[in-house]
């Protein structure tokens, strides 16, 4: 949500800050825009908007000549996304120009503050105070200014400042928002996201919360927040540009799809290793830890939500002890039963996610340890847990989630069977079925993308839905929830997720001629029942497309059309029963005309409540 980017160095920075902005086209966006320093004095240039309207505007850059400047992608929170109301923001004499992610809190009052002391006004946006409170606290002393305004502020944030009257400087400071500093020779920058810089470094510096930087061609000072310079080790990228890049094909997420195996088994084959699930990212502090939990809650949102359930499913069966999993945004403010016999287990690609660290901070207050299982390494869930498991599955540009969900699940996956066998509750028969099952993840999961290669034709026969329902039992049903949210968020077409047996407490009565009914009928335990269901829905003449065993042929007597998966076992099935209905969402926003990549109204990760 929101992504800024800065450059300063030899080269001319406005075509660099438009290159960076469009890495972080992902994160969402509805406006642009880009200020540069040359000569001391700074010129800006703001459109509402694609990025190529601000790349029209100032003709590729070349408008803004200047070595030094800063870029921003806004998500509007506070005031419409106009021209006016996109980043970066000019103090009233031009001397500073500023770009924000995250949320003011206190804005209300500072405005009026400010307002009372002479500042004018241009937007709507809480962002704005802030470029007028450093022009207030500016006495010739930059760091001094911008070390005074942030500790005005509160709420969550990640600044840029670039100054007319310190040439060559950028200014970055953080707080409960992400931001990177990028390493390079004889220039420097910082960004939201390593994808905004590894065209041009691996090297990268992870700002913690309340310090700042003063970055110039030749150097990086980091202080903390008392403004004592501190040292920070250089971290280093370990993929490279290719993983943030389409690599032929027309989207991120089909591109996505398709490296699900890949990234199964990046998750999964360096912890298991003969035949024994080694989880080297845990001390034995964690294995003490946790023989004195009694209860786990799993907090998420979104798709890292539908993760948990599955897990939930997971850690029940092979643990027998309770799990609960809670929407981060509603455990924050619950006062939830947890204590120093509580695991939290913290799920987010990102890292980022504001509720899930706002969970987070709530659970630990309370006395839980905390795991996060995390695709970004230095992120702010990362280093605010007590333990972490990260998914490497790889940089993930799509704004709805592919890999990312199905890699978090294949972590769950081994840290269930880890733990059941931590309390000996598995004979070495089912152990050994269980990491084989894992180890064969990646191979079923590629198998269900060759298995179904009608699903385009299906794409485009139930295209024209203006609302249909997933139905499903027990694990199934937590695949439900997935699917129903991959395709409403990238096809806008409304869509539910029912636990079979719940439709005939109500929801039945939207069954009508020609509904689409997507029925999972994987869970072999249950299958005779789903089978019920389906019988209920086409009586009501809903038409059927089923998700189902290869070689199921018992689902033809009622579905219309099938999709097929692999049969695995059973615990294990979430991660290639998603796939097809993963292809299905992105081949119905295609054949739609959508904006796949980049929904309408979305965020890859929402960093603010």
């Not at 409403?488 to 929801?507: P, Q, R």
Request: aromatic share 8%; hydrophobic share 40%; net charge negative.
């Amino acid at each position: 949500m929101c992504g800024i980017v800065g450059y300063t160095g030899r080269q001319d920075a406005a075509p660099l800050l438009l290159e960076g902005l469009r890495k972080l086209e992902y994160r969402g966006y509805d406006s642009a825009g880009i200020a540069v320093e040359n000569d001391g004095r700074l010129r800006m240039v703001k459109a509402s908007g694609h990025i190529d309207r601000l790349e029209e505007k100032t003709h590729g850059g070349a408008d803004l000549p200047g070595c030094c400047g800063i870029g921003h992608t806004r998500w509007a929170t506070h005031g419409a996304p106009t021209d006016v109301n996109a980043h970066p923001h000019m103090s009233n004499d031009g001397k500073f120009a500023i770009v924000h992610n995250g949320i003011i809190e206190n804005y209300s009052a500072l405005r009026e503050e400010l307002r009372g002391k002479g500042f004018v006004f241009q937007s709507e946006t809480d962002t704005e105070v802030i470029v007028h409170l450093l022009d207030m606290y500016y006495q010739g002393d930059l760091k001094e200014a911008v070390m005074r305004t942030a500790a005005r502020l509160e709420g969550s944030y990640a600044l840029g400042v670039v100054c007319a009257d310190v040439p060559g400087t950028l200014c970055a400071i953080k707080m409960a928002s992400p931001l990177i500093l990028g390493v390079g020779i004889g220039e420097n920058y910082f960004a939201s996201d390593v994808t905004a810089l590894v065209s041009h470094t691996k090297n990268v510096i992870y700002l913690e919360d309340g310090e700042f930087a003063e970055l110039t061609p030749e150097s990086i000072t980091v202080y903390d927040v008392a403004g004592r310079p501190v040292s920070h080790s250089i971290s280093r990228i370990v993929w490279d540009v290719e993983a943030a890049e389409k690599g032929g094909y027309d989207h991120f997420m089909l591109k996505e799809i398709m490296e699900q195996p890949r990234a199964m088994k990046a998750a999964i084959e360096p912890r298991i290793r003969s035949g024994r699930i080694v989880l080297d990212d845990f001390d034995d502090a964690f294995k003490v830890c946790f023989d004195d939990v009694h209860r786990i809650v799993i907090t998420a949102c979104g798709s890292a939500y539908h993760a948990g359930c599955v897990g939930r499913t997971m850690i029940e069966a092979l643990c027998r002890t309770p799990v609960e999993v809670d929407v981060a945004s509603e455990l924050r403010y619950r006062d939830p039963i947890i204590d120093d016999h509580t695991l939290l287990i913290a799920v987010s690609q990102s890292g980022e996610t504001a509720d899930t660290i706002a969970a987070i901070r709530e659970g630990k207050n309370r006395g839980a340890k905390v795991l996060a299982i995390v695709n970004v390494v230095g992120s702010t869930i990362a280093k605010l847990s007590d333990y972490v498991l990260y998914t490497w599955a790889g940089p993930e540009i799509a704004v709805a989630t592919t890999k990312g969900y199905t890699t978090q699940i294949a972590v769950l996956s081994l840290l269930a069977v880890w733990m059941a066998d931590r309390r000996g509750l598995l004979t070495p028969e089912r152990y050994s079925e269980l990491t084989g099952g894992i180890l064969d993840l990646p191979e079923r999961t590629q198998r269900a993308i060759d298995l179904n290669p009608q699903v385009a034709y299906l794409a485009e026969r139930y295209r024209d839905n203006t609302s249909l329902f997933f139905i499903g039992r027990n694990l199934d049903y937590a695949v439900c929830l997935e699917a129903s949210l991959k395709l409403k968020e990238i096809s806008y077409i409304h869509s539910e997720a029912y636990a079979a047996d719940e439709l005939k407490h109500g929801t039945i009565a939207l069954i009508d001629e020609g509904r689409l009914v997507v029925a999972l009928a994987c869970c072999e335990a249950l299958f005779d029942k789903t089978m019920s269901n389906i019988k209920e829905v086409k009586a009501r003449g809903a038409k059927v497309l089923a998700v189902t065993h290869e070689g199921g042929r018992r689902v033809f007597a009622e579905a219309d059309d099938v999709l097929f998966v692999p049969v695995t076992d059973p615990l294990l099935a979430a991660i290639p029963e998603i796939v097809p209905l993963q292809l299905f969402a992105y081949y119905v926003a295609r054949a739609n005309g959508c904006d796949i990549d980049k929904p309408r109204n979305l965020a890859k990760s929402v960093t603010v409540e």
